[in-house]
């Protein structure tokens, strides 16, 4: 069966960095990306990144901060995510669709459990 599983999150002073990973198993995905959810905010998609690396999205609030990359022959994606700032406190959920259009939510099937991300001032 299909899992997606993060690892990374932790808590972090303002400016720091983290690096989230989401490994993938029981099949491989074209289209993966990064959610987070904060509370009292609705989820977002933060990035997302199709098999081939030619397509990425970055939501405009990490644009320049966060990276996303993938390694298909460990069938994994990355999240590097700079210059932290506590307005990124979140849960962040690792997801995984089939689609080629990574910029769109719909497009994202399969969820992970989530891993909480912390940015204290």
């Known amino acids: 069966q299909v899992q997606l599983v993060e690892s990374g999150g932790g808590l972090v002073q303002a400016g720091g960095s983290l690096r989230l990973s989401c490994a993938a198993s029981g099949r491989t995905f074209s289209t993966m990306g990064w959610f987070r959810q904060a509370p009292g905010k609705e989820r977002e998609l933060v990035a997302g990144?199709?098999?081939?690396?030619?397509?990425?999205y970055y939501a405009d609030s990490v644009k320049g901060r966060f990276t996303i990359s993938r390694d298909n022959a460990k069938n994994t994606v990355y999240l590097q995510m700079n210059t932290l700032r506590p307005e990124d406190t979140a849960v962040y959920y690792c997801a995984a669709g089939s689609a080629w259009d990574v910029s769109r939510s719909q497009n994202y099937d399969y969820w992970g459990q989530g891993t909480q991300v912390s940015v204290s001032s």
């Open positions: 990144i199709f098999w081939s690396a030619v397509r990425t």
